[in-house]
């Protein structure tokens, strides 16, 4: 696809072959991970559906080396989805803590109950019936279609973008809306009549691995026969870098708030931003005093004010800066928050700068004394 909106098979040649000399490449040398399973033996074999759409959930936004330990743990406590739509949200939120993007989880859980209730405890086969669970998307619901029922669904995620584009040499941003479309149109097009899921794990497991963002390793490309943008020596600048912005910064002030070998904590709102994870007591800084803030908002004289230090924490859109002070009160109600021991704290779901906050809190124990 020499320029956006047409088809150019000079380079790519046969896509019968291009598909046969990935999926050979990918039998190969695909990376052995828990959600996979060898079809080498027996291309009927196809994987757990569960598991594939718990590892799509987690795949999001995040590492594949970083996903593996966490989806271990979370098939050891919630191996069925029965199990993970009875589940508790606060206990499949704290399995996830440290993943991020903590919808993902919510969502999970609230397709599960989706499954059971519409579809009979079956996870759908079809991407027009995926797409109605909660959370699952247009690549998601491809992904599932095709590795866990063999069904010919297309996926572009950013691997197969990178991948396709510079297959085609498509110089355009594939984050624009329009090539972006002509994407996923290619890799309907291109989809082989056999070994689906396969052929589309293939080409993220090249982009994850080969076809990588800098520095592509074209020299060892199994299908670099057919990519046009190696053939012109352009693999580098496809795709062109995105333009970095500046995320806004929003400074935030965390209160370790104890008395004796408790510790002051908060659930946040159901919506939003970490919605019904914990936190210690955060605000909004400003200029005024801290101290005074805080008395103001729990209802307490505080003493022995210290600051410990700051907390840093970006995000896709923005970035956060959380000031982290230590106080002192004699313990007493606390309308809307809740005491805890770091005992109980630990088994409570946290954002990562809650969980570094925490950590703060633990090098306090050794001056706690309870009351």
Not at 18 to 33: E, H, N, T, V
Not at 96 to 121: C, E, I
Request: aromatic fraction near 8%; include cysteine; proline fraction near 6%.
């Amino acid at each position: 696809m020499g320029a956006c909106g047409r088809y150019n098979f000079v380079v790519i040649g046969s896509a019968k072959t291009f598909g046969q000399r990935l999926i050979a490449w990918y039998d190969r040398s695909r990376r052995d991970l828990p959600w996979r399973v060898d079809r080498t033996a027996d291309p009927t074999v196809l994987p757990d559906p569960y598991h594939v759409f718990v590892s799509e959930a987690m795949l999001q936004q995040t590492q594949v080396a970083t996903v593996v330990s966490y989806f271990h743990r979370f098939i050891e406590r919630f191996p069925t989805l029965r199990s993970l739509a009875e589940a508790d949200e606060q206990d499949v939120l704290r399995l996830w803590q440290g993943l991020g993007y903590y919808s993902r989880a919510r969502n999970l859980r609230a397709a599960a109950l989706r499954v059971m209730s519409d579809f009979d405890g079956e996870l759908p086969r079809t991407v027009v019936e995926l797409l109605t669970l909660p959370g699952v998307g247009r690549y998601t619901a491809g992904a599932i279609s095709s590795i866990a029922f063999g069904n010919r669904s297309p996926i572009v995620d950013g691997n197969v973008a990178r991948v396709v584009c510079r297959i085609d040499k498509i110089m355009a941003d594939p984050r624009e809306r329009t090539t972006a479309e002509l994407l996923w149109a290619r890799a309907e097009q291109i989809l082989p009549h056999e070994r689906l899921g396969d052929f589309n794990s293939a080409l993220m497991e090249l982009g994850a691995t080969v076809c990588i963002p800098r520095l592509p390793q074209c020299l060892i490309c199994p299908v670099n026969a057919h990519c046009e943008a190696f053939a012109a020596g352009v693999a580098q600048q496809i795709p062109p870098p995105k333009v970095a912005k500046l995320s806004p910064l929003e400074k935030r002030w965390t209160f370790i708030v104890r008395a004796g070998d408790r510790f002051l904590v908060e659930q946040r709102p159901a919506t939003g931003r970490w919605a019904s994870l914990w936190q210690f007591v955060t605000m909004p800084a400003d200029d005024g005093d801290a101290a005074a803030r805080l008395q103001k908002a729990i209802g307490l004289p505080v003493s022995a004010m210290r600051a410990m230090g700051e907390v840093t924490h970006a995000l896709t859109h923005r970035r956060y800066e959380f000031t982290v002070f230590t106080c002192e009160v004699h313990q007493s109600d606390v309308p809307s928050r809740t005491w805890v021991t770091l005992a109980e704290l630990d088994c409570l779901p946290l954002s990562r700068p809650q969980l570094k906050v925490a950590q703060m809190a633990h090098s306090l124990q050794v001056d706690i004394t309870p009351i």
